[in-house]
T-cell receptor, first 113, second 110 residues
Framework: DADVTQTPRNRITKTGKRIMLECSQT?????MYWYRQDPGLGLRLIYYSFDVKDINKGEISDGYSVSRQAQAKFSLSLESAIPNQTALYFC????????????FGEGSWLTVV | KQEVTQIPAALSVPEGENLVLNCSFT??????LQWFRQDPGKGLTSLLLIQSSQREQTSGRLNASLDKSSGRSTLYIAASQPGDSATYLCAVGTARQLTFGSGTQLTVLP
């Protein structure tokens, strides 16, 4: 089983619909992240959480919300999806400290039509 | 705001060649720098992490260097193989987050 699991892996939704992407991890890490990847733009940070009570906006948080239900679970919601939110979404986890790398899930392809 | 640039955007080389991928960043006050590999439609796999106090890291045929003063990092791949074909991304870290470059798409031709 993967250490960082994202569901769903693929989703097509209509404009205006609410959609939730879920992430769970078995690595025991405190820190969890949601990134978005668009072609040619690299990864951009949407939200990050350092523990259950510590949630922070990233570079592109508008139109998104998150919930950290437990140390191991971090979900991303699009309250009213729009076509320019079509992208590949990644969840990631890490420990604190400069020597600790970040681990990514396999990604969730979201298409908004 | 930290900006991370990777040039070239794409690179094609014959098998067996040694190659260098480049990463530059605008703010030298970094925590660490990481290099990742991404296969098409897949997640990112960490290759090497260099802490801000370090100058280089090595893993097998890969060597990454960091020069904070000039805002540059390089990823050296020795004796490239077709299996090395992928997109390589660098990311610059602060204590709170990573900023990614847009990647270099590498194709190693048999």
């Amino acid at each position: 089983d993967a250490d960082v699991t994202q569901t769903p892996r693929n989703r097509i939704t209509k404009t205006g619909k609410r959609i939730m992407l879920e992430c769970s991890q078995t690595k025991g890490h405190d820190r969890m992240y949601w990134y978005r990847q668009d072609p040619g733009l690299g990864l951009r940070l949407i939200y990050y959480s350092f523990d259950v009570k510590d949630i922070n906006k990233g570079e592109i948080s508008d139109g998104y919300s998150v919930s950290r239900q437990a140390q191991a679970k971090f979900s991303l919601s699009l309250e009213s999806a729009i076509p320019n939110q079509t992208a590949l979404y990644f969840c990631a986890t890490s420990l604190a400290g400069p020597g600790n790398t970040i681990y990514f899930g396999e990604g969730s392809w979201l298409t908004v039509v | 705001k930290q900006e991370v640039t990777q040039i070239p955007a794409a690179l094609s080389v014959p098998e067996g060649e040694n190659l260098v991928l480049n990463c530059s960043f605008t703010d030298s006050a970094i925590y660490n720098l990481q290099w990742f590999r991404q296969d098409p439609g897949k997640g990112l796999t960490s290759l090497l992490l260099i802490q801000s106090s370090q100058r280089e890291q090595t893993s097998g045929r890969l060597n990454a260097s960091l020069d904070k003063s000039s805002g540059r990092s390089t990823l050296y791949i020795a004796a490239s193989q077709p299996g090395d074909s992928a997109t390589y991304l660098c990311a610059v870290g602060t204590a709170r987050q990573l900023t990614f470059g847009s990647g270099t798409q590498l194709t190693v031709l048999p």
